[in-house]
């Protein structure tokens, strides 16, 4: 009992479970695109809203013989203000995706993506679309029928080691130690890459420029 006490007190100490490793750091993101929202094409019932910032996702990529099994869980993506929000969000593959409405207008989400092909059909605030299982590794872009300035972006992991920047800065906890590829993807035209090792209690700090 004694040296059980004893071990959890070390680990306290520490303040890291025994083996988790950390990465943070900053990523250089790129100008916002430049989204023309054409006037006159259609009415809104309210004011349209400004998309999201631009940030990155940042995941760790490798064999992880250890990793938990693929989510069963939900996640949204709204549309809001007449914006995607989030307009970026990383899922792993396995992911079932909602995509409420939360506009007084008609909305419709598709994708004409590889991981992904779907057309949700319009619908109204409270009507429910149907879900979506992601169950295929890329990217998936997505956009509204009725209102064309509207983009958003689902990346699919296969990896359950992942994150989404703020302002450009990145955290990354609970890693197992072993030689990885750390990836900051920016777009599916630019994605940063660097060859880490990760050793139990020596954190580190890579930036992507």
Known sequence: MRAVLTLIVIVISHGRLFGAVTIEGTVKLPPPPKITIHPGKYKTAG???????????????????????????????????????????????GTT????????????????????????????KNEKPAEQVLNKPGVVLLYCEIHDHMRGTILVLDTPYFTKTTNGKYRLENLPAGQYVLKAWLSEEKVLQKPVELKEGAPLKIDFE
Do not use: C
């Open 47 to 93: 004011p349209i809203g400004k998309p999201d910032p631009v940030e990155a996702i940042v995941y760790l990529e490798g064999t992880f013989p250890d990793a938990p099994q693929n989510p069963t869980g939900k996640v949204r993506v709204m549309q809001k203000n007449y914006q995607f929000s989030p307009g970026l969000l990383a899922v792993r593959k």
């Open 97 to 124: 995706v909602e995509f409420p409405n939360d506009d007084e207008d008609y909305h419709n989400v598709f994708s004409y993506a590889k991981p992904k092909r779907f057309d949700l059909g319009r619908y109204r």
